[in-house]
């Protein structure tokens, strides 16, 4: 009986790490980041404040490969700020290890006169 409860226990225990393995993974893969906007992060595109492109390529190659088997590891360039204005776009480009290019377009999801939420495909 004691090696029936302990076979249970384990297998109890192994469920409870594969679930906490799956929720950290989703944690910490997500590509929604939400960044202040200050006299370090922003400078003008089009005359609307933007989030300054080595602010967005810094948080992009952050979050695009954040563990071993989410994503690939990128080098990434945006062409300029991306506008905090609700819906607003820019394209950035990543290179892969191999010199493979990959189109990464970047998204306005919310934009107030303190911080702008944004996400971006991977």
Not at 40 to 45: A, D, E, I
Request: charged fraction near 15%.
């Amino acid at each position: 009986m004691q090696s029936k409860k302990f076979v249970v226990g384990a297998i109890g225990g192994a469920a409870a790490v594969v679930a906490l393995g799956g929720l950290g993974t989703h944690l910490l893969s997500g590509t929604e980041s939400t960044t202040g906007l200050d006299a370090t992060s922003t400078v003008l595109v089009d005359g609307h404040r933007a989030l300054a492109p080595n602010i967005v390529r810094g948080r992009i190659e952050s979050k695009y490969h954040p563990l071993p088997w989410v994503g690939k590891k990128v080098s990434v360039s945006c062409p300029t700020g991306l506008k905090a204005v609700a819906g607003a776009s820019v394209t950035c480009v990543g290179e892969e290890d191999g010199g493979t290019s990959v189109a990464i377009p970047v998204h306005v999801v919310d934009a107030t006169a303190d911080s702008v939420t944004w996400t971006f495909e991977r």
